[in-house]
């Protein structure tokens, strides 16, 4: 309530209505609507007094006022017209409704006994039930909603659900159980801050209806509901699929040329109509609307609401329906059929036609590769938010294909998987699949088997045969399934008709076109799937400094702040690993392995591995005890697992990570290896971001190079013991704000690509390309370290030290003459050895010489001098440049 507004005599009303025998109760001033004590249950069964009134409205505290209706205010019902109904004029159609069934006087009797409008702009009145107990509160008429109408929330549950129907109640009822908010109810009592106004008469006024006019003037209520329940089995012939050729069976012929008045003949006249609706009242003239027609927007169906006619109440009949429960005492099977038969011998209905075998035409030409099957150009609406784990795509009706013909049934099964009538199923290198999700919510991709197509199939279409159909004396329509040696035909093939899936993103990532996908499902341009991990936050149009500032403070402010990394390269390269899964589909090719390795346990390592999957999800695999379990480990979670990052957690203290199959797989595009209990290989794109975690993990082999490091060191005994982190606890903040986080990191990258996408360049062998951009994101983004430790990393590779540390031994012992083995051994203290610690061969040394030729450690490098004359090969040590 503002300042020019008196505070209303809330007293001096609760006075009022208590004289007219009313239970009032306070309502709080916070827009709730709610009640001002403590529990109002007890005021439903015994009368509020005049000394609660002068406690709860007294000193003229802001407040409001409502009544309780029921046997406690006298049996009193409040009847509502919403705001919405008043404008759509459901008050005046209702009113003309009143009139002609003979219940105009008591209608413009509650019209003019205490009438109320509302804030929103509907209409309260008011009516005393005689003879009868006011039933609860009632919904008496709705309708769908149109979209200018639509709240926030309403509009994000059809993007979850297209198919839902979003319902405005238009009529209602506040009776036993209920109360209702009366005047001068006002301010900050409802959320628009505006009053309730009295329009009419008052408490002193309130008419009272005997309980036959009260039911009927419910009824008449109903009658404008615009969501009449579709026909029921027990009312409606048995659907049946269309005829061929456009032919008509007698009951559909005999609903669309029958008339309402000979099929009422007797029982119902019409008393008027109203737009396409017309109201019926009983054929001798008793006052009272008993059934309508016309009212349903795609079927004319009679809709009856008396219970004392054949008809079952509030049930939809057709026609066909009317017609054969009265003329022939039922509505089941039997008598849909014998009214049928009586209608062919009046004339309606077609002839049945002789369907032929095969209904699947030929194909006009080669197979679609199927890219129609999803919309050609989605653009993402502005307004549109995204929610965790997108739902199947909505098709509006599942195709029909007869499959009486096998070869008709394969050639028409291939012609649905090129059309746009199949949901999420696409192809990949050994066959069709599908996306689905697991009990945790992560997206995992199903290759499809003989049973597994046959259920999709059941599931998607709608497959028959034709055979003799003795009801039409024509052919008829039989659900069957696809067989198994059909579904089996099809997997056989070398190719399908579908849209290829490279791949499955959790979160929103740049196209190599630069573009950003953001939609959930499946993206055409790249054939990448989107199931997003956690809800997606609506991105603005424009990417701002501001905007990419926070982003920044979210990442490394917040979320990053308390990490004890060593460097800051450290930091730097878990950023770059946080933003790789973004930019992967815009950078080609292979990422190299992250090590996320620190001094002691407690130190946060699995945190910041555990931070991926609650950003974009990961999928964890033990790490095995050799490199053919590996392989096995490697090519599982390839072949299913949709999580974008993939880890292997806690390595055995101070490991030595010397794998040829990790270090194949980081350095492959495309993963090749035999499924296992299969004969089959498969090819399988290596989109994922592996890894690694340890407590002071070393490297190996050629592993080194492949190593992205991140290392820890919290320089305290008890590092498990920190406190005072500047989020609390990272796991329930990451709970809350995973979307935030998904949200500044592709802020970051956003920004980055508006400001031109600048990389800076960076040699890292394969990885160069990627490394280049990641340096050209965390430049923009102002972060420094960005592998400024690579030269001092190589520390953690064991093999590399150790010969760096031979090979420098050697230049000083003998730093220009080639030597044997042989003569090499003699550096006891400094030649690698075996793994048992003895010292190699002459012959060992040899081969492990020759593996490193030409190979730098540091800057030295093995050079092979072959001795022709005593056929042997001698070894020197080589300084870079020539340098000494």
């Not at 503002?2 to 009303?13: E, F, I, K, M, V």
């Not at 149109?146 to 926030?152: A, I, Q, S």
């Not at 794998?659 to 350095?667: F, K």
């Not at 990272?730 to 986080?741: F, G, I, K, P, Y």
Request: net charge negative.
């Amino acid at each position: 309530m503002n300042d020019a507004q008196p505070t209303p005599d809330l007293r001096a009303s609760a006075r009022e209505m208590h004289d007219a025998g009313l239970c009032v109760l306070p309502i709080k001033a916070n827009g709730s609507k709610a009640a001002d004590v403590r529990s109002w249950k007890p005021y439903k069964i015994q009368r509020s007094t005049p000394a609660e009134h002068d406690e709860w409205f007294g000193g003229g505290r802001p407040a409001g006022i409502a009544v309780v209706y029921g046997a406690v205010s006298g049996n009193v019902e409040m009847l509502e017209f919403e705001g919405h109904a008043i404008r759509d004029g459901l008050l005046d159609e209702v009113t003309e409704i009143m009139e002609a069934s003979g219940f105009g006087e008591e209608w413009h009797a509650i019209l003019n006994g205490w009438a109320t409008e509302s804030p929103s702009g509907g209409r309260h009145y008011r009516v005393r039930v005689e003879g009868a107990d006011v039933p609860g509160n009632t919904k008496l008429a709705s309708r769908l909603a149109r979209e200018d109408e639509y709240t926030d929330e309403e509009r994000q549950k059809l993007r979850e659900k297209p198919n839902a129907r979003i319902i405005r109640v238009q009529i209602e009822t506040r009776g036993e159980g209920g109360y209702g908010l009366v005047e001068p109810s006002s301010g900050t009592v409802h959320a628009s801050g505006k009053p309730y106004l009295r329009i009419a008469g008052g408490p002193a006024s309130i008419p009272t209806i005997d309980a036959e006019a009260f039911q009927a003037i419910h009824d008449i209520c109903r009658m404008v509901d615009s969501l009449p329940k579709p026909e029921s089995p027990k009312t409606a012939p048995r659907d049946l699929p269309p005829l061929p050729g456009g032919g008509l069976r007698p009951g559909e012929d005999f609903d669309l040329r029958a008339d309402w008045r000979d099929i009422l003949q007797g029982l119902f006249q019409p008393l008027f109509t109203r737009g396409s609706t017309t109201y019926w009242g009983w054929a001798d003239g008793t006052r009272g609307v008993k059934a309508t027609t016309g009212h349903a927007s795609d079927k004319d169906r009679l809709w009856v609401f008396t219970t004392s006619s054949d008809f079952l109440p509030d049930t939809p009949y057709s026609k066909f329906a009317a017609y054969t429960l009265l003329n022939h005492g039922g509505v089941d099977r039997q008598h849909f059929k014998q009214a049928a038969a009586e209608l062919r011998s009046q004339g309606y209905g077609t002839e049945p036609p002789r369907r032929r075998l095969n209904l699947v035409p030929q194909q006009p030409g080669p197979l679609s590769d199927g890219s129609s099957a999803l919309d050609t150009d989605h653009t993402p609406d502005p307004d549109e938010g995204f929610e965790d784990g997108p739902g199947l795509r909505v098709v509006s009706t599942k195709p029909e294909l007869d499959i009486t013909n096998e070869a008709d049934a394969i050639d028409g099964l291939l012609e649905i998987m090129g059309s746009e009538q199949l949901p999420d199923l696409y192809k990949r290198s050994s066959g069709p699949c599908w996306v689905y999700q697991d009990d945790q919510g992560n997206p995992l991709v199903k290759q499809l088997g003989t049973d597994n197509l046959r259920a999709y199939l059941a599931e998607h279409v709608t497959t028959y045969q034709v055979v003799k159909d003795p009801f039409t004396e024509g052919t008829k329509e039989v659900r069957e399934l696809v067989m198994p040696k059909t579904c089996s035909t099809i997997l056989g093939r070398r190719d399908w008709p579908l849209l290829p899936l490279r791949g499955i993103v959790t979160a929103p990532v740049v196209r190599p076109d630069g573009t950003l996908v953001q939609a959930p499902g499946y993206d055409k341009p790249t054939g990448l799937y989107m199931h997003p991990r956690v809800p997606l936050r609506r991105l603005a149009p424009q990417v701002s400094d501001e905007s990419v500032q926070r982003a920044k403070d979210i990442v490394l402010g917040q979320m990053l702040a308390d990490f004890p990394f060593v460097d800051d390269s450290d930091r730097a390269q878990y950023l770059g690993a946080l933003l790789s899964p973004i930019i992967r589909p815009y950078i080609p090719g292979p990422t190299p392995i992250v090590i996320i390795t620190s001094t002691s346990q407690g130190s946060g390592k699995t945190l910041l591995k555990d931070a991926f999957g609650y950003v974009y999800g990961l999928a964890e695999t033990p790490w095995p005890e050799n490199d053919a379990e590996l392989r096995k480990a490697i090519t599982a979670k390839l072949w299913d697992c949709g999580d974008p990052v993939i880890a292997m957690d806690n390595l055995p203290n101070g490991h030595i990570i010397k794998s040829p199959i990790l270090s194949s797989l980081v350095t492959s595009a495309n993963w090749s290896d035999r499924l296992l209990g299969s004969t089959s290989s498969v090819s399988i794109p290596n989109d994922r971001l592996w890894v690694l975690t340890g407590n002071n993990l070393r490297t190996g082999g050629d592993n080194a190079r492949r190593t992205l490091w991140v290392r820890l060191d919290p320089d305290c005994p008890d590092p498990d013991r920190r406190d005072d982190f500047t989020v609390g606890d990272l796991r329930a903040w990451l709970t809350d704000n995973a979307s935030t986080v998904v949200a500044a990191l592709v802020t970051m990258v956003r920004g980055w690509l508006a400001a031109g996408a600048e990389t800076v360049n960076t040699r890292m062998g394969d990885y160069s390309r990627w490394a280049s951009t990641i340096a050209g994101i965390l430049q923009y983004l102002d972060v420094p370290g960005w592998l400024t430790t690579r030269d001092t990393s190589t520390g953690l590779d064991d093999e590399a030290e150790e010969w760096a540390a031979f090979l420098a031994a050697w230049h000083e012992a003998i730093p220009e003459d080639a030597v044997t083995t042989k003569q090499l051994l003699g550096l006891k203290e400094d030649v690698p050895r075996l793994h048992n610690g003895e010292l190699p061969s002459p012959k060992q040394l040899g081969h492990w010489l020759k593996a490193r030729e030409g190979r730098y450690f540091e800057d030295l490098k093995i050079v092979r001098v072959p001795d022709a004359h005593k056929k042997q090969n001698l070894w020197r040590v080589a300084r870079y440049g020539g340098r000494r």
